[in-house]
């Protein structure tokens, strides 16, 4: 292959989520992560001081190592843990779920509705950061259409009411048509 033609080659694109979005999810698995581990670490050292110590009272070890007295139930806390983790990471997830449906349901009875002709209610989206943002774009765009759409209903009311001359008046209806065109393309 040439060099040029390599140039022309079209390039892949990467499309990243907005850093906004990962960081609150990320923080929310985060503290889930860390509370487990806050609980196993709190939860286990208890059980292995009350172990290592009752082993140590007796005075007499039929053990190679601590790691035997206390293997089994170490091995029990890290599956709570593993276990405990996991279903708080689902839970989480299906909160987050949960909360991006509902917006998006909310952007798609808007959408519905808008295709009914009402543009004056508001998405009121909620959930994400993202879908609450998009929710207010949707809502600046209908209002610049709702405002468009009541300039040509003052610039029709005006021609069929004021008397023109036929050169004001096929002005006017030029201008009256580019509006329209630009509420409807």
């Known amino acids: 292959m040439s060099p040029h033609t390599s140039r022309h080659l079209a390039r892949r694109r990467i499309f990243l989520v907005k850093p906004r979005f990962q960081g609150t999810v990320a923080l929310c698995f985060a503290a ?45 806390h ?10 708080g990471s689902l ?9 991006i449906r509902s917006g998006v349901e909310r952007l798609v009875e808007t959408f519905r509705v808008s295709m009914e002709g009402d543009l004056s209610s508001p998405t009121n989206a909620t959930g994400l950061s993202d879908i609450a943002e998009l929710g207010r774009k949707v809502d600046a765009s209908r209002s610049r259409t709702l405002s468009r759409i009541r300039e040509i209903r003052a610039d029709v009311e005006f021609l069929r009411s004021e008397p023109l001359t036929d050169e004001e008046f096929a002005k006017r209806w030029d201008a009256l048509k580019a509006a329209i065109r630009r509420v409807v393309p």
Do not use: K
């Not at 890290?78 to 279903?87: E, F, N, P, Q, Y």
């Not at 839970?91 to 909360?99: D, I, K, N, S």
């Open 78 to 87: 890290v599956l709570a843990l593993s276990a405990g983790v996991l279903a």
């Open 32 to 76: 889930i992560v860390f509370a487990g581990a806050a609980l196993f670490a709190g939860f286990f050292s208890q059980y292995a001081r009350t172990a290592l110590r009752v082993a140590s009272l007796q005075g007499h070890y039929d053990f190679l190592s601590p790691h035997e007295i206390i293997g089994s139930a170490l091995a029990l």
């Open 91 to 99: 839970l989480v997830l299906l909160f987050l779920v949960r909360r």
